[in-house]
């Protein structure tokens, strides 16, 4: 059994193009959620998602940034139009279900690098 | 808001010794809280969950307690080795998902 997945690793992108995070989470998980770590900073909740469904985004900025849990396939973060504060590293999680005494299992990241 | 701090930010000890790491919260409201350790530019590997009701949790060499009224826990470990060098990282959950993070302890052990 896999663990999270999550590609690319590393992802250097321009200011101004877009960045796109994938996290494929762990057989039979259907709940993912995002996190921030910012240089120097703790890891900031952004999202948590169920297929096909958005259950809290109040840790995402209200711009440029969105995400997506689709039926079939990975978990997408995308940001639009990348800007040099954006660079940080991104981790997903998953777990079977929503519980309390569910612990998330975490990918390995994706570090994105804006230049 | 759930503020989450972890004390010291940094510590380098000597293989062998016995070591206690801190972690305090402000909102005491917590449905669980976690310990992880992370190694440099890979993901986060969970060493033990704790509920609200529970007060410590062991595995292997790690124990972790929890005092919820006064918003502390600490990650005891003990007879540590050069493997053990990591960032120990602090979450406590007030929504029953959402993980609120300290900025963590990194942990030297030199042989």
């Known amino acids: 059994n896999a663990g999270v997945m999550q590609n690319p690793r590393h992802l250097v992108r321009r200011r101004g193009q877009e960045a796109r995070l994938r996290c494929s989470p762990m057989?039979?998980?259907?709940?993912v959620y995002w996190y921030r770590q910012l240089p120097e900073e703790g890891l900031k909740f952004m999202v948590y998602?169920?297929?096909?469904?958005?259950?809290?985004e109040s840790g995402m900025p209200k711009e440029r940034f969105s995400a997506e849990f689709p039926k079939e396939g990975p978990s997408i973060l995308r940001i639009q139009q990348v800007v040099r504060g954006d660079s940080a590293a991104y981790f997903c999680?998953?777990?079977?279900?929503?519980?309390?005494?569910?612990?998330?299992?975490f990918g390995q990241g994706t570090r994105l690098t804006v230049v | 808001k759930q503020e989450v701090t972890q004390i010291p930010a940094a510590l380098s000890v000597p293989e062998g010794e016995n070591l206690v790491l801190n972690c305090s919260f402000t909102?005491?409201?917590?449905?669980?809280l976690q310990w992880f350790r992370q190694d440099p530019g890979k993901g986060l590997t969970s060493l033990l969950l704790?509920?609200?009701?529970?007060r410590e949790q062991t595995s292997g060499r790690l124990n972790a307690s929890l005092d919820k009224s006064s918003g502390r826990s600490t990650l005891y470990i003990a007879a540590s080795q050069p493997g053990d060098s990591a960032t120990y990282l602090c979450?406590?959950?007030?929504?029953?998902?959402?993980?609120?993070f300290g900025k963590g302890t990194s942990l030297l052990v030199t042989p």
């Open positions: 999680a998953s777990s079977p279900y929503r519980d309390v005494d569910t612990e998330a299992f």
């Open positions: 909102d005491s409201a917590i449905y669980n």
């Open positions: 979450a406590v959950s007030n929504s029953g998902y959402a993980l609120n």
């Open positions: 704790i509920q609200s009701s529970q």
């Open positions: 057989k039979g998980h259907s709940h």
């Open positions: 998602l169920q297929k096909e469904n958005i259950i809290d």
